[in-house]
């Protein structure tokens, strides 16, 4: 089965109590936080709401134009980044 | 560094091949570094002490004037709670870019001779630095106000956690922008 892959970060590795997964691909970017939703419920608004999304080594808009028009392919990378707190 | 849980939603999710740790969680891949040698930037994110005299020699240079250290060391509390131990992840692909980037602007914007922005990862024992950020510049003027503003922008883009530890084992992932350059709760 084709997959990608998505890391996970702080508050969105502990909800989802994992660093990385592979899901299946293609995905349309647009499913990714309902596809999410199905496998931890209560993750988009607990979590998902305050995070960016990355694809490849860009950020991408999950909810704007990205959204409609990208498709999450077989070995593609993406990352959920929340609130960031280096220093 | 494991990919291993005690969350109990793990086993309920569909089975599949253990995934090895991915390479941004590895230690064995760090240090990782960028380097722009024209506007003579310097990134590096390491599992290992870091070194602010080595920082220092990066960035002297005989036309500095000025030379800022920086260096964010690790507290032993948090809102008066006794903090055991600090913790930081990165994500590499975004965190070298948005920090060559932060670097570079800094450069431009302020006419300096260089800049080093250094982030320590995983465990780091209370107070030692978990940031090293040095910058030299012509002028006093230029380097303190660029150190300090590329610290800011460090703390708000980086793509970089922190998880604080507490004494009585609870523990929280940290988020910048709840709270100010003072330690105050951003309303």
């Known amino acids: 089965m084709p997959t990608f892959q998505i890391h996970y970060f702080a508050s969105a590795s502990t909800y989802t109590g994992k660093q990385t997964e592979h899901l299946a691909a293609p995905l349309p970017l647009?499913?990714?936080?309902?596809?999410?939703?199905a496998l931890y419920p209560g993750i988009r608004e607990k979590v998902l709401v305050s995070c960016g999304v990355s694809?490849?080594?860009?950020?991408?808009?999950?909810?704007?134009?990205?959204?409609?028009?990208?498709?999450?392919?077989?070995?593609?990378?993406v990352a959920i980044i929340p609130p960031v707190s280096s220093g | 560094m494991s990919t291993t849980t005690d969350n109990p939603q793990q086993q309920e999710q569909h089975q599949q091949q253990p995934i090895p740790v991915p390479p941004h969680l590895d230690p064995t891949t760090y240090p990782r570094t960028t380097t722009n040698p024209a506007l003579n930037t310097h990134i590096t994110l390491t599992y290992t002490p870091l070194d602010p005299n080595a920082a220092l020699t990066k960035i002297s240079s005989p036309n500095a004037g000025a030379n800022v250290l920086f260096l964010g060391t690790t507290r032993?509390?948090?809102e008066d709670r006794p903090v055991s131990q600090l913790s930081y992840t990165a994500y590499p692909p975004l965190a070298l870019k948005t920090l060559s980037g932060i670097a570079e602007e800094a450069v431009k914007k302020h006419g300096l001779l260089g800049v080093v922005i250094g982030h320590r990862l995983g465990d780091v024992p209370i107070g030692e630095s978990s940031i090293v950020i040095a910058v030299s510049a012509g002028h006093r003027g230029a380097a303190w106000r660029a150190g300090e503003e590329v610290l800011e922008l460090c703390k708000e883009k980086a793509e970089i956690w922190k998880k604080e530890v507490f004494v009585d084992g609870d523990a929280e992932w940290r988020a910048n922008r709840d709270r100010d350059a003072e330690g105050e709760l951003v309303h």
């Open chain 1, 30 to 37: 647009s499913q990714l936080f309902d596809t999410l939703e």
């Open chain 1, 55 to 77: 694809l490849g080594e860009e950020y991408v808009d999950v909810n704007g134009d990205d959204g409609s028009v990208v498709v999450i392919g077989p070995g593609d990378e």
């Open chain 2, 76 to 78: 032993n509390s948090f």
